[in-house]
């Protein structure tokens, strides 16, 4: 008998969705920072062992929408919700059982098979632990509730264990080499913008956006040339972006070349430019041109 099914990480911004996605996977198919709200698309990532395969949607983290870009994060996570097998929840044990947690948790633990992975648990006690776990009991419907850290990769298997024993059964979806449906472009604009997340403070990494206005390979040269708009929302911001003399910006194409590299296996050519879209997380427009289109999502 083979199994197969979708299933959807929700959880918390910040919770370690992506993070457990890409261990799950095996791969980098999610980027990763310590600032909420870092993944604003659902991402696919296969995996599969012996007889079964499963196809895990990462999402944005829940949160209260402020803006467009943020209204459009919520329907992702919505439509990701959809037609799925089973739900992987993901609660920050360093931060506890939140009433947001709590909120999910009560609307749909009785919908959809949920299965809780209590995250982090390599930076909090074993009393922070304990009162995660006891407060998760005032959900019996959970199928299985399981401590670990996805950053550390403990308890992964047992993790895995619960959410195979969840899958219906079903021929495997998607070719045994194929661990997500991300093109290489999208991959390289969120590699850039983890890099931008990472070295950018304040508000200003909240209002980047990143389209690639070339990707292309040099027949027979083994060279990737890729041109990036780094997108920020106001005039203030680009300066900041671009840094004294260049550096700021320097070092992001440095720290993104070198991601680059791995993810198409050949030396990288990357140019970057800085643009203002004034408020653009706030224009369906500007939100197209930068991959966050409206009409994508399921309704
Ligand atoms: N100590 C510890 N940190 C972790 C663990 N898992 C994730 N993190 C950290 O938590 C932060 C958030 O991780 P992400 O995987 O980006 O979280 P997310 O839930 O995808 O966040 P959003 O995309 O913003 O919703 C990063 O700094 C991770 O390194 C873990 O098991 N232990
Ligand atoms: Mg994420």
């Known amino acids: 008998m083979s199994k197969f099914g979708f299933v959807c990480i929700a959880g918390l911004p910040n919770a370690g969705k992506s993070t457990l996605i890409n261990a799950l996977v095996g791969e980098k198919v999610a980027i990763v920072s310590w600032r909420p709200q ?72 009785g919908k959809y098979p949920v299965v809780v992975a209590v995250n982090k648990q390599d930076a909090v006690t074993q009393t922070t632990l304990f009162e995660t776990l006891s407060a998760l009991t005032a959900y019996p419907e959970i199928k299985a ?20 024993a969840l899958l219906p059964e079903g021929e495997p979806m998607f070719p045994e080499d194929m661990y997500t449906d991300s093109s290489l472009r999208f991959m390289a604009a969120e590699i850039v913008r983890e890099k931008a997340l990472y070295l950018l403070d304040k508000e200003v990494p909240y209002g980047i956006g990143v ?3 070339k990707f292309s390979f040099r027949e027979n040269q083994g060279i990737c040339d890729i041109l990036a708009d780094v997108v920020c929302e106001k005039q203030s911001h680009k300066a900041i972006v671009i840094g004294k003399g260049g550096a700021t910006l320097k070092k992001i194409g440095e720290a993104a070349r070198a991601d680059l590299e791995q993810l198409v296996g050949c030396q990288v050519y990357l140019e970057l430019y800085v643009r203002v879209k004034s408020e653009w997380r706030d224009s369906e427009f500007l939100m197209r041109e930068l991959g966050y289109d409206p009409k994508d999502l399921k309704d």
């Not at 599969?48 to 949160?63: K, L, N, R, S, Y």
Request: glycine share 10%.
């Open 38 to 109: 870092t993944t604003r698309n659902k991402i696919l990532g296969v995996t599969g062992g012996d007889g079964w395969q499963a196809a895990f949607i990462d999402t944005p983290g829940i949160h209260d929408a402020r803006n467009k870009l943020g209204e459009y994060m919520m329907k992702s996570v919505a439509g990701a919700l959809k037609d799925v097998d089973c739900v992987l929840y993901v609660v920050d044990a360093s931060r506890g059982l939140r009433k947001e947690d709590a909120k999910f948790l009560e609307t749909n633990s």
């Open 145 to 164: 509730v399981v401590p670990m850290s996805a950053k550390r990769g403990d308890n992964l298997d047992d993790l895995r264990k619960e959410l195979v």
């Open 211 to 213: 389209y690639i206005q």
